[in-house]
């Protein structure tokens, strides 16, 4: 089984910045891509960022130049910096993992889901 433990979210001024960390645990062999979703009230779950395991990131456009996502370099955790918060980013932020391979059948590929942090900015 694999888990996603997710932290550092929580209030802030807008302006003001969180680091969002997210866990990979579990008999991982292998992850295809890791990436922060967001959903706020009322509104459907929405990509924030991705990390594929090249490097390579994608952002939400209401978030580019302002978050920046990172792994470490065993590719199980997560990051996600973001400044210049603003009272629209106040979401519950889900870590996501997607085409994760499992010890020890690792023709098995699963995505998994954090249980998700809040972040709230005040308006």
């Known amino acids: 089984q694999v888990q996603l433990v997710e932290s550092g979210g929580g209030l802030v001024q807008p302006g003001g910045s969180l680091r969002l960390s997210c866990a990979a645990s579990?008999?991982?062999?292998?992850?295809?891509?890791m990436g922060w979703y967001r959903q706020a009230p009322g509104k459907q779950r929405e990509l924030v960022a991705t990390?594929?395991?090249?490097?390579?990131?994608n952002y939400a456009d209401a978030v580019k130049g302002r978050f920046t996502i990172s792994r470490d370099n065993a590719n199980v955790t997560v990051y996600l910096q973001m400044n210049s918060l603003k009272p629209e980013d106040t979401a519950v932020y889900y870590c996501?993992?997607?085409?994760?391979?499992?010890?020890?059948?690792?023709?098995?590929?699963?995505?998994?889901w954090g249980q998700g942090t809040q972040v709230t900015v005040l308006s």
């Open positions: 990390i594929p395991r090249d490097g390579s990131t």
């Open positions: 579990g008999n991982i062999f292998s992850i295809n891509a």
């Open positions: 996501n993992a997607r085409g994760v391979r499992i010890l020890p059948v690792i023709s098995n590929i699963r995505d998994y």
